[in-house]
């Protein structure tokens, strides 16, 4: 498929927004993001910290192989995410900065299920050549460009976790140790960044009257990344889905974030709505009805 040049600025995100005051010395940019630098710092791996050779073949299935390289393909256009969402917040400091070292972790998701693939013997290095090949060829962000901040923030917190429950299934499910230790250093950081997310979209909520009705709109259209550049997704989302088996525990889990940004009464709007509804059970085969008290069930949030 072709690959389109980005278009001038997005015209949603006036020049020169976000100017911080002077922090603190020792402050890293700002009080918030000094914060998630911190835990960015004590949660970041190392691939010499996974032992590859300790891969327990007599535990390792077809479908984990499977979910892996799946998962694998969707990390491994980190540097097409980067460039779209750094040009998209390239005047918004606190943002830029929080993309870039996003970005190195999402490097080190893509690097790590990469090495597991080839560590477990089960995939041909030349296959793998030609899978990252096509993948890193696919497109993403034509919509993304366009999105205003708070519906930006709002796709990011959920897309973050939505991977996050995938990886935290993954690893409950597997029987592979190592995998399972892989597993367990992506899951903590996917739901880390989702949380700068969503405190990014909660002080967008607080600041600007209009932004309810974007994240709302946002939430009700929301969609994941790999669909958009993944041809063959059918496949890909299928091996995603065994290894995971997500199920309504975790669609009540993931609305545990969204009551936090949004609040119970939004909530309950959000999940009345037919659209909505038609959505979750076309997209994701929710059935709402099964879910006998939705709104007690709701007071416990996600991570
Ligand atoms: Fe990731
Ligand atoms: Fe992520």
Redesign the pocket.
């Known amino acids: 498929m072709a690959y389109e040049i980005a278009p001038d600025l997005n015209p949603n995100i006036p020049p020169n927004t976000h100017v911080f005051p002077l922090s603190e010395p020792g402050t890293v940019l700002t009080p918030r993001f000094d914060k998630f630098y911190s835990i960015h710092k004590a949660t970041s791996w190392d691939l010499r910290d996974i032992p590859w050779h300790q891969i327990d073949q007599s535990r390792l299935t077809d479908d984990d192989v499977n979910g892996v390289l799946a998962a694998m393909d ?2 491994s256009l980190n540097p097409v995410y980067v460039q779209t969402l750094l040009w998209m917040n390239r005047q918004d400091h606190e943002e830029s900065a929080f993309t870039i070292l996003w970005g190195e ?2 490097l080190h ?2 690097l790590g299920l990469r090495m597991y693939a080839l560590a477990s013997g089960r995939v041909n290095p030349q296959d793998l050549d030609v899978r990252l090949e096509s993948r890193r060829a696919g497109q993403w962000g034509k919509k993304e460009r366009v999105l205003t901040p708070p519906r930006a923030r709002t796709r990011t917190m959920m897309q973050e976790q939505v ?1 996050g429950q995938f990886y935290q299934n993954f690893g409950a499910n597997t029987h592979e140790p190592v995998l399972k230790r892989l597993l367990k250093f ?1 899951e903590i ?2 739901f880390h ?1 989702s949380g700068w997310s969503l405190e990014g979209a909660i002080i967008l909520k607080n600041t600007d009257p209009h932004a309810i009705e974007e994240i709302e709109d946002e939430l009700l259209n929301f969609e994941m990344p790999g669909p958009s550049f993944m041809e063959d997704y059918e496949v890909q989302g299928e091996a995603l889905r065994k290894v995971a088996n997500p199920g309504i525990k975790d669609f009540l889990q993931a609305l545990g974030k969204v009551e936090r940004l949004i609040g119970k009464v939004h909530l309950a709007k959000l999940i009345t709505h037919p659209a909505y509804r038609k959505k979750l059970s076309d997209e994701w085969g929710m059935d709402l009805s099964k879910i006998t008290n939705p709104f007690g069930r709701l007071s416990f949030s996600g991570s």
Do not use: P, R, V
């Open positions: 969707i990390e972790q999402e998701h893509y991977t992506i950081q996917e960044h």
